[in-house]
């Protein structure tokens, strides 16, 4: 196909992995919301459960959806559907004001999650419709990082809003235009998507769960989403608990993790993806695990500003190329099952409600320390994983 790492196909794609990043807006949505509303955690981090719950109850139609549609037009379907959650907070919420408030915000997070659902299982096979087999691991890395600038921008422009006139909620209208560009940019691009449709149901998706290995990485994918949404809800609130006299406000700590977390995740992931194109993907997959745990146990021992944010630095540059690799790893397990692994890996991402559990445990326990340790212990699943990834592929 001579569409393969076409430019002019290859860059409305990847623009896509920059609406997909506007999931982790959540993140810095709750903490706002919980300040607006007066929530304790438990009732904010329900609003992580609003958006989501739909990678586990719409990932595997979503793969019926490409099948009848097209990946292209799936993902054009998840733009519309996140532009109208982009659009309910600004014209609906009111900043605390309103006895509608939390609704409007519930509703809007699931929209988003609908829309994030749709684009993250659809997105990743267009990208086999525009790049050649040996460059994707790396292309889904680059895509990791092209997400990552979104997730990094969020925060930065809600914490300038909050201290301007306009107000936090107006991020939300500004993502609403650059989602509008990236639908008619991807619209307006011819994609070859022929030969790509199969009939799937399922019976025959969940099926695949009997491959042990693609059973490891789905498991794997509830734990990174797990551990990233619990994070970016988390870490704010940790850095204001252990550090009181230096972080006085939460668009302070926000800002903090949006340049020690986010824009370092984004730089891995652009390095990881030009490193990914020549280095073994299973060796970099070993490194990344085991700096994340250590990033982690440094967080939990760490009293400081300097060395909370050292300890994040070292678990966004292990974390940043992992989703990309176990990815890779399990589409080349059955690549002509592309559709339905993409669907099935993705429902994985539902482990994001992992937020809503660690509010239950920061309130029975009165501390942020309790949520970071449940998000270590979690983690170390990932560490298990060093082993089963560096064994032979199944027969």
Same mark, same amino acid.
């Given at each position: 196909?001579? +569409? ?6 290859? !860059?409305?794609?990847?623009? *896509? ?15 706002? %919301? ?22 586990? &109850?719409?990932?595997?139609?979503? @793969?019926? !959806? ?18 109208? @959650? ?11 004001? @309103? ?30 419709? %525009? ?21 990094? !921008?969020?925060?930065?422009? $809600? ?5 301007? &006139? ?59 989403? *797990? ?18 006299? %230096?972080? #006085? ?16 995740? $984004? ?21 990344? $695990? ?25 678990? $966004? ?15 080349? +397990? ?13 429902? @994985? ?6 937020? #809503? ?10 501390? +942020? ?27």
């Amino acid at each position: 196909m001579n +569409q393969k790492n076409s430019l002019a196909k290859i !860059l409305p794609v990847m623009f *896509g992995f920059f609406i997909m990043g506007i999931v982790d807006l959540i993140g810095t949505a709750i903490n706002y %919301v919980k300040a607006d509303l007066s929530l304790n955690d438990t009732t904010a981090n329900l609003l992580s459960l609003s958006c989501f719950l739909w990678f586990l &109850i719409l990932s595997v139609p979503t @793969g019926f !959806l490409m099948n009848r549609f097209g990946r292209k037009n799936a993902v054009l379907i998840s733009f519309v559907v996140t532009l109208i @959650g982009l659009v309910l907070p600004f014209v609906g919420y009111k900043n605390g004001q @309103g006895s509608f408030d939390f609704a409007v915000i519930f509703i809007a997070f699931m929209f988003i999650g609908i829309g994030n659902t749709i684009i993250q299982v659809a997105l990743n096979p267009l990208v086999t419709n %525009v790049v050649s087999e040996e460059r994707r691991t790396g292309t889904f890395t680059l895509g990791q990082f092209v997400k990552s600038l979104c997730s990094w !921008l969020g925060p930065n422009i $809600a914490a300038w809003l909050a201290a301007s &006139i306009f107000g936090w909620t107006y991020v939300f209208p500004i993502f609403a235009v650059i989602t509008l560009i990236a639908a008619v940019w991807l619209w307006l691009t011819r994609i070859n998507e022929e030969g790509e449709k199969s009939s799937i149901s399922f019976a025959a998706t969940f099926a695949i769960l009997k491959n042990r290995k693609i059973l490891w990485f789905f498991i794997g994918i509830l734990v990174l989403v *797990g551990v990233d949404v619990g994070l970016n809800a988390t870490l704010p609130k940790y850095l204001q608990e252990r550090c009181p006299d %230096v972080i #006085t406000s939460i668009s302070q700590a926000d800002t903090l993790k949006s340049y020690f977390y986010f824009i370092v995740k $984004a730089l891995g992931a652009f390095v990881g993806g030009i490193l990914l194109m020549k280095v073994s993907e299973k060796l970099f997959y070993n490194i990344s $695990a085991l700096m994340v745990t250590a990033g982690l146990a440094l967080m939990l021992i760490s009293t400081a500003q300097w060395s909370i944010l050292t300890a994040t630095v070292i678990i $966004a540059l292990g974390y940043s190329n992992m989703f990309a690799i176990i990815f890779a790893q399990a589409l080349k +397990q059955l690549p002509a099952k592309a559709n339905e692994i993409s669907s099935l890996l993705i429902v @994985g991402v539902s482990g994001g409600v992992i937020a #809503t559990l660690l509010g239950v445990i920061s309130d029975i326990f009165g501390t +942020q320390w309790a949520a970071m340790l449940i998000v270590a212990i979690i983690w170390l699943y990932m560490v298990w994983l060093i082993k089963p990834i560096n064994a032979k592929d199944e027969a």
